[in-house]
């Protein structure tokens, strides 16, 4: 991992990391009365008369908020509305550079119960305050926003709202983790239904990497939290949980664990000894996301399976294989954005995991073999692709606005020219980089 001193970091950050920028420059009078007053009556006019033509004739469809309380930052916790901004502008500033997407922060202070800027979140408020800004936007992102509130928060803007609202924290690993999963079992020649798969962490993450291993066919997996398996038979599970409980004995991760296939941690650093992952299948997997520090280190790991055959991911950059949200939110933003979907569905989240799996299998392009020492190809140590592979914003977005056609959510159903309306933007975004 590469290092960097405070006042680097910060000098980085002073002054924010995104601006706004202006598409068309009034430059005289005429252009001037073209942006503003008396030119501006004849769109607000034909909006008012037809509020479809919002999409076409303003900025809505491309588009996002970044919408956070603050109340569960990265791995720092609750800290605030005003402490998430650099996050929030990070968010936005990724959705800019990997899909052109023009996202803002909007953190949302006095949004805990009673109204106040610390406590427990208030789901109500934040739906509130989305549904009043959503005209102004083509999607939502959440972001940032503690369990169990986000649950709740997310699945009433889903029902409430015609755009896409996605909450990253819950379904961006998930879909990522899906395809690394996807490349595991083949090069494990495994198949999806016979894996064993122990999850640990049942926050947000975990339990929508659940979901969607089940949505794509696995059938064993069991969930632990900080007090040992999610169980039928424990009496202090929150709902959220009871509704993953499985029927078992098997009280703790070190029992849980013994022949699994796959460890999924969403987690804390160093839950997964050695002499827990010994007890795994024959070539098994270890995806360790937790931040900073992994489940179990990658050294440890190595030590422990010596020459038998293993795969390993991280949340860090700096192993390979890293689990990394930038390889989903921006494409399926962009896919739905472009089908004009009111929704991101599980068609599409599995339909970004399909894609993102395929081309990890694709040859990598000499521009990012340059990156990467060992110029590995697909195989354990390369089982998803590069963020910069500049292919993923030609694929997955295609992958996402055909499933959005396909499960009958999009407002625009003909894709006809929308791959070259991507490598169009793609050329674009190079030539400005």
Not at 66 to 78: E, N, P, Q, R
Not at 217 to 244: A, H, P, W
Not at 245 to 254: C, F, N, R, V
Not at 287 to 311: K, L, T, Y
Request: charged letters at 20%; aromatic letters at 6%; hydrophobic letters at 45%.
């Amino acid at each position: 991992m590469i290092m960097r001193s405070r006042k680097e970091i910060l000098d980085y950050h002073c002054g924010g990391k995104i601006a706004l920028d202006i598409k068309k420059r009034p430059l005289t009078h005429a252009s001037l009365s073209l942006a503003y007053t008396p030119g501006v009556a004849v769109p607000v006019k034909e909006i008012a008369s037809d509020p479809v033509l919002v999409r076409e004739l303003t900025v809505k469809n491309n588009t996002v908020a970044v919408v956070t309380d603050g109340s569960a930052i990265l791995g720092l916790g609750d800290l605030g509305a005003s402490a998430s901004i650099p996050v929030m502008e990070g968010k936005a500033l990724l959705f800019k550079a990997f899909a052109d997407i023009d996202a803002w922060p909007v953190p949302l202070d006095h949004c805990r119960i009673n109204g106040a800027s610390t406590g427990k979140t208030d789901p109500d408020r934040i739906i509130a305050t989305c549904q009043q800004i959503a005209c102004m936007y083509g999607g939502i992102n959440l972001e940032d926003i503690a369990s169990p509130a986000c649950f709740r928060i997310e699945d009433e803007l889903n029902k409430k709202l015609d755009i896409p609202v996605f909450h990253d924290d819950q379904w961006g690993t998930a879909v990522i983790t899906l395809a690394a999963v996807i490349n595991y079992a083949l090069l494990a020649d495994k198949q999806m239904a016979n894996l064993k798969v122990v999850v640990n962490g049942a926050g947000a993450a975990g339990l929508r990497i659940a979901d969607m291993l089940k949505t794509a066919g696995v059938n064993d997996i069991t969930i632990c939290d900080s007090k040992g398996v999610i169980s039928d038979e424990r009496i202090d599970l929150s709902e959220m949980k009871r509704k993953y409980a499985t029927k078992t004995k098997q009280k703790y991760l070190s029992n849980a664990i013994s022949g699994a296939d796959l460890f999924i941690g969403v987690s804390v650093a160093g839950c997964l000894t050695g002499e827990m992952a010994i007890k795994m299948s024959e070539f098994p997997a270890i995806f360790a996301m937790a931040n900073p520090e992994p489940e179990i280190q990658p050294a440890v790991a190595n030590a422990v399976f010596g020459s038998r055959p293993f795969v390993m991911a991280t949340g860090r950059s700096d192993y390979p294989n890293q689990i990394n949200n930038v390889l989903g939110f921006p494409y399926l933003f962009r896919g739905a954005l472009d089908a004009e979907a009111t929704t991101i569905n599980s068609d599409m989240k599995v339909a970004a995991a399909l894609a993102l799996a395929e081309l990890a299998r694709k040859t990598m392009p000499h521009y990012i073999q340059e990156q990467c020492p060992g110029k590995p190809e697909f195989g354990k140590d390369y089982i998803v692709p590069n963020p910069f592979d500049k292919r993923l914003l030609l694929e997955v977005p295609l992958a996402v606005a055909r499933a959005a056609v396909n499960s009958g959510v999009a407002g625009r159903n003909d894709l006809t020219g929308y791959p070259e309306e991507l490598a169009e933007r793609s050329k674009a975004m190079s030539s400005t980089s």
